[in-house]
């Protein structure tokens, strides 16, 4: 079994274009709200380094 310094970590970066009317604007802003709280707690994950590879 590798060591976390032996194993290798692979970035998965996504961009997002979100258009619409005014109708859309509640559900858009849920919808990135739902990404940035994805995102900030990988990152707490990997700064605590409890992280698991897939």
Known sequence: ????EQSTCQ???VAVV??????????????TTELYDLAMARRANV???????A
Not at 1 to 4: D, I, N, Q, S
Not at 47 to 53: C, D, E, K, Y
């Open 18 to 31: 979100m258009t619409g009317g005014v109708s859309l604007a509640v559900w858009i802003s849920g919808a």
């Open 11 to 13: 970035d998965l970066r």
């Open 1 to 4: 079994m590798a060591t976390r």
């Open 47 to 53: 700064a605590s380094g409890s992280s698991r590879s």
